[in-house]
């Protein structure tokens, strides 16, 4: 209401408050109001009623402008608004909510505090509107298909460094597993891989991007030319060992799960993490043991046949001896192989001149040959090769004598001119005047 004596009404009001005046004058019938309001017959006689006590304003409900006998108190609004300030700001709704009726014991919907955040203008993060893609039906059993990433993001905000999650979704079901490190690479992927085939079994394939950990960016060799194969990581050199197939995806939507995926962490993972202070790498893992389980309850679902595809490792597979970087390396005549600019002393003879070098997970070496370990020792310090410079002999440069023959010499004999220097500059004139008369 505006005021006292002004009545605010919508149009259905209005043309209910006319057809009840018409049949108060008795112009129409009960029932023939019933029909034209859509009313039945009680309901009318109860407008009818209401109208001859208070006039127009019976029409109108009688709870309007009274606050809802289902609201919420005042001083708990405020006490709601004000956790939000404090302890869950940033939050979406949805996640406040969860939080609000696990950790502080308050209960409401979303769409109330939502309402609430919107008349306090308090910022929350929106959902962007995705664009349209072409859908694809989910594979039908559990381990079908896993999907892999790293995500790179200021995990713990700024209470510490960034780091990467590397993250697996099963495209069935949506169950998720992770585990965080410093960086995204190959020692990574390996590892995480591992904890994963360790708690579900082997998938049958993974699908990744294009990223140099899961792809070779090498070109082909001649034997790769020759074989018609193409150049492997090692991710994909140990997985091609395990039975376990690689898919590459050529944009990020083609494996746009894990996208989601992270897109949902870096909401709700980072905010966990908050209010548990959690600033480092350890203390993230041991937090995702006890997150994972529960997220995996509250958002997984069922697949479309029960059977689990996940394939048991056997008993005999060392998998450490899979999961490793494998490097081909010369060995010298001296039974010494370089790796890595350090140089290292084989103690076993054998006959063959290449050894591989494995890098296992927990940072360990050991060098092989035909899968048998080889003892060695690194040399800590390398004898320089001194190179023997021949002695330069010094040689005494003497000034080019010039040879003069002497008075009595037989060449001065026959070359001394007869002719005094006077006489040979007369016959040099009378020739020049013999000359100019011809």
């Not at 990433?149 to 992770?178: K, Q």
């Not at 040099?428 to 000359?435: A, D, T, Y």
Request: glycine content about 4%; proline content about 4%; aromatic content about 10%.
């Amino acid at each position: 209401m505006a005021g006292k004596d002004i009545v605010i009404m919508s149009q259905e009001e209005l043309k209910r408050s006319y057809i009840i005046k018409k049949v108060i004058e008795r112009s129409i019938s009960q029932i023939e109001a019933s029909e034209l309001i859509g009313l039945s017959e009680r309901q009318v006689r109860r407008l009818v009623r209401k109208v001859r006590l208070g006039g127009d304003i019976g029409i109108m409900h009688s709870s309007r402008g009274k606050p809802s006998n289902r609201s919420f108190p005042e001083e708990l609004r405020n006490k709601i608004i004000d956790l939000y300030k404090n302890k869950y700001s940033g939050f979406g709704p949805t996640l406040a909510t969860e939080k609000l009726s696990e950790i502080d014991k308050i209960k409401l919907s979303a769409e109330t505090l939502r309402k609430w955040l919107i008349a306090e203008q308090l910022p929350y993060r929106n959902r962007k509107k995705r664009p349209h893609r072409q859908w694809r039906e989910r594979k039908p059993y559990f381990g079908v298909m896993i999907q892999v990433d790293g995500s790179h993001h200021f995990w713990f905000e700024d209470r510490g460094p960034s780091c990467v999650l590397m993250g697996y979704i099963d495209d069935a079901t949506g169950n998720i597993f992770g585990r965080f490190y410093s960086y995204e690479g190959t020692i990574p992927a390996m590892d995480s891989f591992k904890g994963y085939i360790k708690k579900y079994g082997l998938p049958l394939s993974i699908y990744v991007d294009r990223h140099s950990t899961y792809k070779s960016t090498a070109n082909p060799s001649i034997e790769d030319e020759l074989n018609n194969t193409k150049p492997l990581s090692e991710f994909e050199r140990a997985l091609k060992e395990l039975g376990v197939n690689v898919i590459h995806a050529h944009s990020p939507q083609a494996k746009g799960r894990i996208e989601r995926l992270f897109n949902t962490l870096q909401d709700r993972l980072v905010k966990e993490m908050r209010l548990k202070d959690i600033n480092n790498i350890e203390d993230a893992n041991k937090f995702l043991e006890k997150f994972l389980p529960l997220y995996n309850k509250k958002f997984s679902i069922k697949p479309k046949e029960p059977q689990d595809m996940h394939r048991k490792i056997s008993k005999d597979l060392n998998l450490d001896k899979v999961l490793c970087i494998k490097t081909k390396r010369t060995l010298r005549n001296d039974f010494t192989v370089a790796h890595n600019r350090k140089l290292y002393q084989v103690k076993d003879s054998i006959r063959g001149k290449k050894v591989i070098i494995e890098e296992r997970i927990d940072g360990s070496m050991f060098i092989t040959y035909k899968d048998k370990n080889l003892r060695y020792e690194e040399i800590a310090l390398r004898s320089k090769t001194v190179k023997k410079v021949k002695e330069s002999k010094s040689y005494a440069f003497l000034h080019k004598r010039i040879y003069r023959p002497p008075t009595d010499h037989p060449w001065r004999k026959f070359h001394i001119n007869p002719y005094s220097k006077q006489e040979r500059n007369q016959n040099k004139n009378e020739s020049e005047l013999c000359l100019v008369n011809t």
